[in-house]
Every structure is written in C-alpha cells, then in structure tokens.
C-alpha cells in the first residue's frame, strides 16, 4: 500500500536484498473500511515478482465468503478482522486448510477478549495500532498497552508460539514501544520503511536496529 506503485520491482529487489519476511497487502473493500486498495490480480501478480510470502490482510466485510478470491498459497499469512465475520472459527479452518497461517485481527477499539476462544486455531493476532484504512496516521496511544496485556495473556494461557503482528504508524520510535511491549511481527509503511527522502534499504537497517 505504502510503496511507490512504479518503482515495486525496484522496491521487492531491495526487500529481497534485506531479507524482508512477509509483504503485507492490505485489501480493502470500501466497505468495511472506507477505502479500496490492493486487489486480487495485484496479489497474483506480486506472486510472480517475488519469492518472499504473503501476508494477506484482509479488511472485507465477511472474508469467509471471499478466501478463495486469493489462491492462498502455502507459507503465506491471511489475517481477517473479528469484527466482519460471524464465522471466525470456520474461516481459520479454511485458511488452515491452504496451508497457510490464520491470523486475527482487532481494531483499536475491539477488545482482546473477542480473541479469546480462537487461540487454540490462530497462529497470530494483528492488533490494528491505528482504525484501520489509510496510512499516515497517528498511533492510537492505548494500543501499546493492549499489546502488553495480549503477550501476558498468551503466555500465561500456554499461547507463546501464537505471534503478535503491529500495524499502523509503527515508527521507529513506536516500533521500540511496541517491541518493548512483546510485538513479534511490524508492518513497516509510511512512517517507517517509506519515510520521504530516505533510502530504503538503509530505512530497512535503521527499523531493524530497533527492533532487535
């Protein structure tokens, strides 16, 4: 979403030069956010350009009726809001059964307890750090704390290996917060990994450096 539509061959290169893990596409429907972005054709195209996983994020109204839009591949993490789906538990089945790694997501506003009862079927959760929709926004400053009560949670419910994805306005700045906080996984966009006039694979250095 945050990368500079012409330049993306230039920009995997560099990702696959950092060994960037995942590339997170954010799909958007307009409905359930108020923006599009990021359709199927561009997921199988990037299939194509790249080696590097997938990491789905799907912010559609009832995504279970929509998995299969995706060809989701092997490897690949797809991550759905709680809040657009009355079938959460079937749809990580589904997701599960492609191989690939069901991940919850919550809104700022969605309390933790709404993920409770998935835990034993989830491989993460993405805790959305800003209302999910567009880039350039300021971090939701309680989120830092949800994120320190769900890694409490999860390793005291037996839940270590379940993983904890950040997104939105993770910052270098925030981005130690939140490692500080027990994040596993950083979606790095505008305010990161995309900052105006910086180097891209020395943005990539930098963010590394603080999350380590």
């Excluded at 912010?59 to 809040?83: C, I, Q």
């Excluded at 999910?132 to 994120?147: H, I």
């Excluded at 419910?157 to 270098?172: A, F, H, K, L």
Aim: hydrophobic share 40%; net charge negative.
């Amino acid at each position: 979403m945050c990368a500079p539509i012409f330049e993306l061959r230039e920009t995997v290169r560099v990702f696959e030069a950092a060994g960037i893990e995942y590339l997170h596409m954010d799909v958007m429907d307009g409905s359930f956010v108020p923006n599009l972005m990021i359709g199927t054709d561009f997921i199988r195209q990037m299939r194509k350009l790249t080696d590097i996983p997938l990491d789905i994020h799907l912010m559609l109204d009832r995504p279970e009726d929509k998995l299969d839009w995706f060809d989701v591949a092997p490897g690949e993490y797809v991550s759905f809001h709680l809040e657009a789906t009355n079938h959460a538990a079937r749809l990580c089945d589904r997701i599960r059964q492609r191989g690939a790694r069901p991940m919850a997501a919550l809104n700022p506003g969605t309390p933790l307890s709404a993920v409770g009862e998935l835990l034993p079927v989830l491989d993460g959760v993405l805790i959305m750090t800003v209302n999910p929709g567009f880039a350039g926004q300021q971090l939701v400053p309680f989120t830092v704390g949800k994120v320190a009560r769900l890694k409490a949670a999860l390793e005291s419910g037996g839940y270590s290996g379940v993983e904890i994805q950040v997104d939105g306005n993770t910052s270098p700045e925030n981005a130690k917060k939140l490692r500080e906080a027990g994040a596993d996984i950083f979606v790095g966009g505008s305010s990161g990994l995309f900052a105006p006039g910086k180097d891209l694979a020395e943005s990539i250095r930098e963010y590394r450096k603080c999350i380590e």
